[in-house]
């Protein structure tokens, strides 16, 4: 493996980990229990698909997954469609702001437009302040 692999990996391992810990391994533990009957007082007794066989008889198990249906049907393309309008009208504006010419220019407080500082009008100083060159 080259040593710019190596890089990579050590920087994946920490998002790698995390993934682990927080998505995969509860998944894993939920999944285990959900054959279980544990109440987190006592260990957990082994039941198979009784929790399962128990869930379909429940005539709240249909209402709740109806619900959980009309909401991914209605709320999921809302948002869609709310992300896309507010890409759409934030290209719009700047393609206006593109031919008008403000691009990268900043008002004040006083209504004074001034243009914000270049990379070369501007170098770190010692203690890692800023100097200004305009």
């Known amino acids: 493996m080259r040593s710019w692999q190596v890089g990579l990996w050590v920087m994946l391992a920490p998002y790698l980990l995390g ?7 509860p998944a894993l533990m939920s999944a ?3 054959f279980t009957s544990y109440d987190a007082l006592t260990p957990p007794v082994y039941v198979g698909f009784g929790n399962f066989r128990l869930l379909a008889a429940d005539p709240l198990t249909s209402i709740a997954l109806g619900n959980s249906l009309l909401f991914i049907v209605i709320a999921v393309p809302l948002r869609m469609l709310a992300a896309l309008a507010l ?3 934030s290209i719009n504006v700047f393609h206006e702001r593109v ?3 403000t691009v990268g220019r900043i008002q004040d407080d006083q209504g004074d437009i001034r243009r914000p500082l270049r990379p070369h009008q501007a170098e770190l100083g010692r203690l890692g302040r800023v100097q200004v060159h305009r």
Do not use: R
């Open 87 to 89: 890409a759409l009208h």
């Open 99 to 101: 031919q008008d010419g």
């Open 32 to 34: 285990g229990l959900a």
């Open 19 to 25: 993934t682990f810990v927080l998505v995969a391994l």
